[in-house]
C-alpha cells in the first residue's frame, strides 16, 4: 500500500535550521499539505480540545510548535509582543516588585510604568549590564526579574545565567524578551530562564508585515496559567499572522546569519567614520545602534538623508530600516539624544554602505 511506503518524520534531536524548515508541519500522509495552511475559523465541531476559536487555532499551533522548539519549551501565540509582555506582568502578585532594566524597550517599561502608578505594582530599574548589581538586587522582596538581551536600542547584554542565579535563589521569576537574539543565537531557557518572550512582529515574522507575539516555558504549570491567561484575556493573534510568521521562520537561519554577517561589517565600518562618535553592537544580532558625534539634529536628519534605509521605526525585517529613538517621546532617558539605532537587512552590504556613509557624509557638508 501506498500509504505503508511514507517513512516515518524524524525523530531524532534535529538541528535548529532543519527545525525552522520542517516543524510545525501536518502529519506526513498522501495528500496532506506540505506546510499547516490558514484556518479560518471561529468555531469547531464540539467534543475535542479546541471547540472554539479563541481557545485554539492549527495555524497558530504549527507556530507554536516552530517556536517551541527552536527555544526548547512550549510556547503561546499572542496577537503581538506587548500582550504577551501584559500576560506575564499580569501574574505577578498586587504590590509585588518587579526589578527591570533601566534602558530597554520602551513598551514594556511603560507598561510596568504604568501598573505602577495604578499601585498593582512596585518597580526597581536597574543597569541589566551590571551583573553584581543585578545580582545584588536579587533578594526576598524581588518576584519577578525582567530581562531583555541585547537590549533595545543599547544593545546592552546581560548575564542571563548568573542572574537567573541568584533571582531563584531569591524565589523569583526570570522573564528574558529574547526579541533581538532570536532563539538561533541564545536560548534563554537553557540559561535557567522560566519565561521567553518574543516580539514575533521583529524577526521571527522577519517581513515588517504582521504583528504577532509568543511566550515560551518549560514549566507545564506556568504553560497552564498562561494558556489560561490567553484563553481569558482574549489577546489572541490573528490566523494569517501565525501563518505568515510560520513562512517567515522557515527562512529565519538564512535572514540571521546574512544581517548578522552585514551588521558585523557595517558595525565596524561605522567605528571609523568621523561622524559617528559611539558604536553599539554586542558582536551578534543584526541591531547596531550609533550614537553621532554632532548630536540630536544630526541624529534626527541622517534617516531622512539615506535612500535606501527606510526611515522608520520597528526592525528585524529583510528590510534595512533606521530612527532616532529619542525622537518617541516614550523612549527613556537612559538612551542617548544622539542615539540612531540601525536594524540591519539582508541586502547587499556594499550598497548599505555607500547609502549609510554618503549620508553620513552630508551631515557635515
Ligand atoms: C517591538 C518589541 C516589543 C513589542 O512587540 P510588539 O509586537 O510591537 O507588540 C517587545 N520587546 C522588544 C525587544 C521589541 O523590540
Keep these: 500500500m501506498a500509504d505503508d511506503s511514507l517513512p516515518d518524520a524524524p525523530t531524532t534531536d534535529l538541528r535548529p535550521s532543519t527545525v525552522a524548515v520542517t516543524s510545525g508541519r501536518p ?35 504549527a507556530f507554536e510548535e516552530v517556536l517551541g522548539e527552536l527555544e526548547g519549551g512550549r510556547a503561546l501565540a499572542f496577537s503581538s509582543g506587548l500582550a504577551a509582555v501584559s500576560v506575564v506582568l499580569d501574574l505577578v502578585g498586587q504590590g509585588a516588585l518587579v526589578l527591570a532594566p533601566d534602558a530597554a524597550y520602551q513598551g514594556s517599561l511603560s507598561q510596568i510604568a504604568d501598573l505602577e502608578m495604578r499601585g498593582r505594582l512596585r518597580s526597581k530599574l536597574i543597569d ?50 529574547n526579541t533581538f537574539a532570536t532563539p538561533l543565537l541564545q536560548r534563554p531557557l537553557d540559561l535557567g530562564a522560566d519565561l521567553v518572550v518574543h516580539s ?33 484575556l482574549g489577546a489572541v493573534p490573528g490566523t ?69 534605509w527606510v526611515h522608520a521605526t520597528s526592525l ?17 532617558t537612559t538612551v542617548s539624544d544622539a542615539l540612531v539605532r540601525l536594524s540591519v537587512g539582508v541586502e547587499d552590504v556594499e550598497d548599505l554602505w555607500e547609502d549609510l556613509s554618503r549620508a553620513l557624509d552630508g551631515l557635515t557638508d
Excluded at 559617528?276 to 553621532?292: K, W
Aim: glycine residues 6%; negative net charge.
Design 27 to 61: 502529519p506526513h500522509e498522501v495528500d496532506q499539505p506540505l506546510n499547516t495552511p490558514i484556518t479560518m475559523a471561529s468555531t469547531y465541531v464540539a467534543g475535542g480540545d479546541r471547540e472554539y476559536g479563541r481557545y485554539g487555532n492549527p495555524t497558530w499551533q
Design 128 to 177: 541589566i549590564a551590571d551583573t553584581d548589581a543585578v545580582v545584588a538586587a536579587c533578594d526576598e522582596d524581588v518576584a519577578l526579574v525582567w530581562i531583555e538581551s541585547p537590549t533595545n536600542p543599547n544593545l546592552d547584554v546581560a548575564d542571563i545565567e548568573r542572574i537567573c542565579a541568584a533571582a531563584h535563589e531569591a524565589g523569583a521569576y526570570v522573564v528574558v524578551d
Design 200 to 232: 514575533a512582529t521583529k524577526y521571527l515574522a522577519g517581513h515588517s508585515d504582521a504583528l504577532l507575539g509568543a511566550l515560551v516555558t518549560r514549566d507545564d504549570e506556568l504553560f497552564t496559567v498562561l494558556k489560561q491567561r490567553r484563553d481569558l
Design 240 to 308: 494569517l499572522e501565525a501563518w505568515l510568521a510560520v513562512r517567515g521562520m522557515r527562512t529565519l537561519h538564512l535572514r540571521v546569519e546574512r544581517a548578522q554577517a552585514n551588521a558585523t561589517e557595517l558595525a565596524r565600518r561605522l567605528g571609523e567614520h568621523s561622524a559617528v562618535e559611539r558604536v553599539r553592537y554586542p558582536g551578534f544580532g543584526a541591531i547596531v545602534s550609533v550614537e553621532l558625534a554632532a548630536g540630536a539634529l544630526a541624529a534626527d536628519l541622517l534617516p531622512r538623508k539615506t535612500r535606501l
Design 316 to 332: 528585524g525585517g529583510v528590510e534595512s530600516t533606521l530612527e532616532r529613538r529619542r525622537r518617541w517621546k516614550s523612549e527613556p
